[in-house]
């Protein structure tokens, strides 16, 4: 059985692809990337879980497969949980990780340690192509580091320490950050899900 | 009897001073162009209220006069009530009204009508060397533009349409502006209370 991946984030397709590989879902994931004429689709849900449906259906309306889809982001206390759904296009340009994270750093610059919780939210959907669809969210509880560590990951990575870590996600080795992020977590509870729409 | 306006922004002494004086408070107003030295105080409270009340305390400290402060910003449906506290750096640049209404635009580009509601609020402080304080609030409901209009005003005023207006706040002229404003009622309102401080 085939199944698209609805992204054509390629740090998101690594990611993602370990994960479902690590549940042990046992199908053939194509990224977007295979299936260049599957237009953009505008992200104007006000929940990650709506955005990750508006994107499932998409791509499964688009390309006659299922679909699975996510929809992540960064929630700061001291921003009342924003960036949130905009997380992809803080500072105005889509994607672009490091103007996105160098904005979320100055604008809080005063805020104190005590202020500095965090938590990246992932909503995993998954919609077949006649409209069936399930979708799960996943959270990571944390704080906000002053300053971006760490090679590894993306996004707001480098910013962001897991509650109970020194690291930040960017520091974790891609084993440790799957075994307790956000999107591992929403995409191993996707799995059963995913498993019963292949087969109702 | 000489009262310090804790400001260092040129618009906002004349609008104070405007406001102040429409609503009969007779005293020497002075902008703390008057006193360089003063020091600039970190905005770092959680809240309106709490940063025109640490700049009051610090000013009257500092002077040894009584002092009046306003903290005033947007907040954006949208955004969970963000840039709030955060409005005069939302872009990371403190005062930069461009770089922060564009920024603003950016963000909220694919939130559709039905949700562009925003307000705006301003919590007006007093303070006496003393340590003697008052803070009352005052607010403006309306909704954000797609494009900036208007020459007039400052900060977000050419991306905010106040409620049963089709003009932004820019486009009002500075009495209409006045007569509604979230700073103008505030600091209506903190005129009695700024009279029983300077009288206590």
Redesign the interface.
């Known amino acids: 059985m085939r199944v698209v991946l609805a992204t054509r984030n390629r740090h998101k397709i690594v990611e993602l692809r370990r994960i479902l590989a690590g549940a042990g879902l046992d199908v053939d994931l194509a990224g977007l990337d295979v299936f260049p004429d599957v237009p953009d689709v ?3 849900g ?1 929940t990650f879980a709506e955005n990750a449906l508006i994107k499932a259906h998409a791509v499964a309306r688009a390309t006659g497969l299922p679909a699975i889809a996510d929809d992540s982001g960064i929630a700061v206390d ?5 960036p ?1 759904v ?1 997380s992809a ?5 889509h994607g672009e990780d490091r103007a996105n994270l ?2 979320l750093l ?2 809080t ?4 340690d005590e ?1 500095r919780g965090a938590w990246f939210v992932c909503a995993a959907a998954a919609a077949r192509p006649d409209g069936a669809e399930r979708v799960v969210e996943g959270v990571l509880a944390g704080s906000l580091a002053h300053k971006p560590r760490g090679e590894g990951g993306f996004g707001y990575d480098p910013i962001f320490v897991p509650e109970g870590e020194s690291r930040t996600t960017a520091e974790l080795s891609p084993a440790e950050k799957d075994a307790i992020s956000h999107r591992g977590r929403a995409f191993r509870a996707l799995v059963p899900e995913l498993r019963a729409l292949l087969e109702g």
Do not use: I, K
């Not at 001291?78 to 924003?82: D, F, K, S």
């Not at 296009?89 to 340009?93: I, P």
């Open positions: 505008p992200e104007t006000a001291a921003l009342n949980g924003m949130g905009l296009r803080w500072s105005g340009r160098d904005l100055a604008q610059g005063d805020v104190p202020r």
